[in-house]
């Protein structure tokens, strides 16, 4: 599922560049090179008029422009059709999400009284030793985790919900920091991911986003369902 995510996502992207693209070099049209050959026509030298191989020559290359004018409608068409069923597709998909739980890109996660909640990222290379740092709603350092010895790739952390005292916290939002390094201690890379609940679905200039534990999420931005 997340493949087909990225895919449709992808494909939006490659097809919203080349309809820039396309637009951008639709300066010079058929219309106009005719209107350039007949004025060119209108006026040349009675003395020295266009010789017959160079009007067959630029009416062959305006014959050679006007198929090339059409491929490209024809492309553009192609491509409108892409986007409008690669939104549709989307659009469907989103709705199927409510109720079940997602992990997308992101770093704040709700907490609930007296329970534990998740913390995922991914790490680029194995790690010597790394440090999650969890923050509160107004950013005060809360909980400081270390860990050591974490290969490449995806990891999960339960956080008990408590403070480095001890003390069970309140139930509420809070964001998380991870640094790691490997063992020449140069930094390695870090994806923190949040995960919830999908309780309702929202759209944004035709795009879905996601409601998640109160949160939005884009669409574009989840990587993994259930």
């Not at 079940?100 to 329970?115: D, H, I, M, W």
Request: without cysteine.
């Amino acid at each position: 599922m997340a493949d087909m995510i990225n895919s449709i996502n992808a494909l939006q992207q490659s097809n919203s560049t080349q309809q820039s693209s396309k637009l951008g070099n639709a300066d010079m049209g058929k219309y106009e090179f005719l209107q350039l050959l007949v004025t060119q026509l209108k006026n040349q030298d009675p003395l020295s008029p266009l010789q017959s191989q160079e009007f067959a020559a630029q009416l062959a290359q305006f014959s050679s422009l006007e198929r090339l004018m059409d491929i490209d409608t024809s492309l553009q068409q192609g491509i409108d059709a892409d986007m409008m069923l690669a939104q549709t597709i989307n659009n469907t998909m989103a709705t199927h999400f409510i109720g079940k739980e997602v992990v997308a890109y992101g770093n704040s996660f709700p907490l609930l009284a007296g329970q534990s909640a998740p913390l995922s990222f991914e790490l680029a290379g194995a790690s010597k030793e790394a440090t999650i740092e969890i923050y509160d709603a107004n950013d005060n350092l809360v909980r400081t985790i270390k860990m050591s010895e974490l290969e490449k790739g995806r990891h999960t952390v339960d956080w008990d919900g408590k403070d480095d005292a001890g003390n069970a916290l309140q139930g509420g939002t809070y964001h998380f920091k991870i640094t790691a390094l490997d063992d020449q201690d140069n930094p390695v890379n870090v994806q923190t991911y949040t995960r919830g609940i999908v309780s309702a679905v929202k759209y944004e200039q035709g795009q879905p986003v996601l409601v998640v534990d109160g949160k939005e999420i884009y669409f574009g931005d989840v990587v993994q369902i259930g």
